[in-house]
């Protein structure tokens, strides 16, 4: 299995620019979610999802959007990217919707918004 | 205040040595508790769970307060592979995926 992944790993935009970010799970995990960590600080829940079909806004979703239209896929949609939104993107994954299952994270992608 | 709070650091200790962390969360409904470890640039792991009786795997030991509503780590006998940041993680909602993070605490193991 290669868990999570994510790509790209590294991306540059500039002020108003749009992209996707993209993650995918083969462990048919039920849960995913997308977290930014800025230097020095942990990791801040952007969106989540329950399933296929159902998404719902985290801790700080402005600016971001996203899907499930299927389990694997969870891309995060940057509409305008702004200098504020540089930062490492993480996506998980967690089987199950209960709270004390282990969340597998992909490696990031270092966005950095000119 | 944030809802979780976690022992500034860094942390710089010798080999050998035994170090504590401990973290602090304001939400008297949270669930689950949890250690990850983040090493530089890289995704969070999970360390282990932290349960009620306490819980210990190898030279890790986590503990877990509700009444003062915190959580530590103990590392015993620190390797210098021990080096990187520790992230406390609470979850209040009934969802795994919908967790809140502290800041880190970050170690270093000195030769």
């Known amino acids: 299995n290669a868990g999570v992944t994510q790509t790209p790993k590294f991306q540059v935009l500039k002020t108003g620019q749009s992209m996707t970010l993209q993650c995918a799970q083969d462990?048919?995990?039920?849960?995913m979610s997308w977290y930014r960590q800025d230097p020095g600080m942990g990791l801040r829940l952007i969106h989540y999802?329950?399933?296929?079909?159902?998404?719902d806004q985290g801790e700080v979703p402005n600016g971001y959007n996203v899907s499930r239209s299927t389990t694997e896929d969870f891309p995060l949609r940057l509409l305008s990217a702004a200098p504020s939104q540089t930062s490492v993107y993480f996506c998980a994954s967690t089987a199950g919707v209960t709270p004390y299952n282990e969340q597998f994270f992909g490696p990031g992608t270092r966005l950095t918004v000119l | 205040r944030k809802e979780v709070e976690q022992d500034p650091g860094p942390f710089n200790v010798p080999e050998g040595a035994t170090v504590a962390f401990n973290c602090t969360y304001s939400?008297?409904?949270?669930?689950?508790f949890f250690w990850y470890r983040q090493d530089c640039r890289k995704e969070p792991k999970l360390l282990m769970s932290?349960?009620?009786s306490g819980n210990e795997d190898g030279r890790f030991t986590a503990q877990l307060n509700r009444a003062s509503q915190y959580i530590s780590l103990l590392i015993r006998d620190s390797k210098l592979s021990d080096s990187a940041t520790y992230l406390c993680v609470v979850n209040t909602n009934t969802n795994a995926g919908k967790s809140t993070f502290g800041d880190g605490t970050t170690l270093t193991v000195k030769p």
């Open positions: 462990m048919n995990h039920e849960y």
């Open positions: 999802s329950v399933g296929a079909g159902i998404t």
């Open positions: 939400n008297s409904a949270s669930q689950s």
């Open positions: 932290v349960y009620s």
